[in-house]
């Protein structure tokens, strides 16, 4: 007895009323052409999100069954299973005439609609929710929206998570949330409406075509040196509502949740080069917005990595590896590199005060300096260089040419004072340093952000800028030139 009959015995009957089928699916990979789906979870809830029984169903994909280490089934437990082609009656007729559902929803009817053709069956357009696309609406702030993010952000509970029927549960949860009129805002009409709409959708009772020639098993994934922990940082740490405001298309955001999961192993094989080309397709994205979409998510991992004060060689590598997949040239990156750390400069500048008409301590410490430390106080090293850093002061191991000073208190002479010496590098006292921390001045290098008034919203930047002409998202960062032209209409005000 397979994994599907067993289910079966535990599902209630079919309901009288319609809703919305929330659906899943476990694949063996990213591709919907050349992959094969694993799992498939259908919670079907009535119009308003009530949950009305639930399916769900193993297949036996006739090949590798790829990642185990995210889905967790393994090829013995599908070895029994029926083909998908065997269970699509069945699938059928729990999907007829209901409205689908799913988060990222794009990506599962993909995987349905390549299954359903090599049956030779045809799967009608369907009207769909997706709970990514809406959660812009019900979950506006957060920085990532995948499901785990968005429950989290609902109070949503996420049990079995990359399990098809924990996946879908927890889905249908979430459209229950956006479906409640007690909330606000309210479900969209859009919303409330596809439930008719899916009642309305003719399905066929027989396949259409021929039964297509199975496709070539992807080749096998060689293993790889895991990714620098670094890196993993970024990319969990990520906002890709920014990387849509850094260049990407608004339409690709599932896209880049996708890319950002390939990535989390340090590699792109040619596998999965190949898959994200396919679902770049099934997101409209073409190759000038596939290129935009790379080069806003690099530039946020970039924002990342400088907002410490300093890029370390270790992420400087990871960044330029990660370029070199993405096929972002390594010029770009340095550029990238340059824009980010010229915006955490002008961000750490903005609202410092001018020198004292009296100064008298010769050229102040400027933001994005870089220091040095020899032969102080324990104590007083660690609370200054802390500080230090907090400000946007670069602290170093070391002395070069491009040290601004070097703060000792004249109590050890070795290398670095050796170096400050060859470089006529400045020397000051601990005290005299945090004195210069409390006059520090704008970065040097010219800052092109003009600050905005402390009384004025982004909000109102926005919408002036939706006004005038600008190409500026509802979320995430506003672009530079939208700031200063706003800047620039209102400097008489």
Sequence with gaps: MGFLDIFRRKSTPAPSAQGFAVIDVETTGLSPRRHRVLELAIVRTDPGGRVLDEWVSRFNPAGPVGATHIHGITAADVAGEPGFADVLPAITERLAGWAVAGHNVRFDLGFLRAEYDRAGWALPLLPAACTLDHSWDHLPHLDRRRLVDCCAAAGVQHTGAHSALGDARATARLLAGYLDARTSPRPSTALLSLPQQGSAVPWPSMPSGPVAPPSPAPRPVPRVKPPAQSLLDLLRRASLADALDDGAPDGSLPYLELLAEVLEDGVVTDDERAALTELARLYALDDAGVAAAHRGFLLSLAHLAVDDGWVSRVEKAELTSTAALLGVPEKELTAVLDAAEAARLARLSAGLEPLPSDWSRGEP?????????????????????????????????????????????????????????????????????????DHLQPANQPITQIPLRVDVSPAAVRAWGQANGYRVSDRGRIPLEVTNAYQRAHASS
């Design 365 to 437: 410490l400027r933001v994005g300096d870089k220091v040095a430390f020899t032969g102080c106080d324990a104590e007083q090293r660690e609370l200054l260089e802390q500080r230090a850093e907090r400000l946007g002061v670069r602290v170093l191991g070391s002395v070069s040419r491009r040290t601004a000073l070097l703060v000792t208190d004249g109590g050890f002479s070795g290398g670095k004072a050796e170096k400050a010496e060859l470089h006529g590098t400045r020397r000051v006292h601990p005290d005299e340093f945090a004195v210069l921390l």
